[in-house]
């Protein structure tokens, strides 16, 4: 008998990605350091040299930023009591689908408010329209025996991009 799953946590950001544009250009890869992940900066970066209308390194960083917020939104946390920006990151099943790694006071929460006997997903969806980017994230919570994705739980390993 497969059990239904359980939400443990919701969360959307908005935001305009020229406000990312100006942190780019104001405060370079400080900014980028403080805030992305080495595989953000890797996802982000080769889109530098794209020919798109409007900046999409921008667009790239702008709907990750969003995706922290939503996260840390949907751990119920915010960015206090331990969670910082680089302890969430986004990446890639080797579908393509878009998920979280969490690590340090992420994870930790994480780990807090998954029911024991249950393993958690990070569901993403991450969109863009010149000005806005947009992130939405559902961390939802499965009996480990129905969990068929190996990927689900984030950790410290690397995850395919």
């Known amino acids: 008998m497969m059990m239904s799953g359980t939400?443990?946590?919701?969360?959307?950001?908005?935001?305009d990605i020229?406000?990312?544009?100006?942190?780019?250009?104001?405060?370079?890869?400080?900014?980028i350091d403080r805030i992305f992940t080495e595989v953000e900066q890797a996802k982000s970066e080769r889109?530098?040299?794209s020919a798109a209308k409007n900046n999409a390194r921008a667009s790239t960083y702008a709907k990750r930023f969003a995706?922290?917020?939503?996260?840390?939104?949907?751990l119920g946390t915010?960015?206090?009591?331990?969670?910082?920006?680089?302890?969430m990151g986004v990446v890639n099943l080797p579908s393509g689908q878009p998920t979280m790694r969490l690590t340090g006071g992420a994870l930790a929460r994480l780990e807090a408010i998954t029911p024991p006997g249950m393993r958690a997903r990070?569901?993403?969806t991450l969109t863009d329209e010149y000005p806005m980017a947009e992130a939405f994230v559902v961390?939802?919570?499965?009996p480990?025996?129905?969990?068929?994705?190996?990927?689900?739980m984030p950790t410290n390993t690397a995850t395919p991009e």
């Open 47 to 49: 889109r530098a040299g």
């Open 67 to 74: 995706a922290k917020e939503a996260c840390s939104k949907a």
């Open 7 to 15: 939400i443990l946590g919701i969360g959307n950001d908005l935001i």
């Open 78 to 87: 915010g960015f206090r009591d331990g969670v910082f920006w680089r302890d």
């Open 139 to 142: 961390i939802s919570a499965e």
């Open 18 to 31: 020229r406000r990312v544009e100006k942190s780019l250009e104001r405060f370079g890869q400080r900014f």
């Open 144 to 152: 480990i025996e129905s969990a068929t994705i190996e990927a689900t």
């Open 122 to 124: 990070i569901h993403v």
